[in-house]
């Protein structure tokens, strides 16, 4: 049996559960962070092989948890920081065009097709040079 009562678990559970809808389905950040995801990759490891190190050496039920939990937080901001690289603007965040920081290929303007008629309309009036 663990030695976590049932209100502090239920509270633990909101908290991973609203960090997880947070970093997948919220607002992206405003810029990203790779190399600071990938640290807190690391560290999501290292909490995961700690928390499960405790487990297993019998070090305690709750400290164990608690590490997969910091663990499992850690890879909520990861992820939340990296979704700004890949956000294209489309998305319903209400932000108004991600924060990407132009890392995409640039796509050229729109085509301008009144000037084009009214320069192929010039050519049309000039004659060929021969």
Same mark, same amino acid.
């Given at each position: 049996m663990s030695a976590l009562p049932v209100l502090p678990k239920v509270a633990l559970a909101a908290v991973v559960c609203v960090s997880m809808w947070r970093a997948f389905l919220g607002a992206p950040a405003p810029a990203s962070h790779r190399g600071a995801a990938r640290l807190l990759l690391v560290i999501t490891a290292a909490c995961y092989g700690g928390g499960a190190a405790v487990v297993i050496g019998g070090g305690g039920d709750l400290l164990g948890s608690l590490l997969i939990v910091a663990g499992i937080e850690a890879s909520c901001v990861a992820a939340w920081l990296v979704r700004a690289a890949r956000?294209? @603007? *489309? $998305?319903?965040? %209400?932000? +108004? @065009? *991600? $924060?990407?920081? %132009?890392? +995409?290929?640039?796509?050229?303007?729109?085509?301008?097709w009144e000037a084009f008629d009214r320069a192929r309309r010039a050519w049309e009036r000039t004659p060929a040079a021969r």
């Open positions: 956000d294209d @603007g *489309g $998305g319903d965040d %209400g932000g +108004g @065009g *991600g $924060g990407g920081g %132009g890392r +995409g290929p640039k796509l050229p303007p729109p085509i301008d």
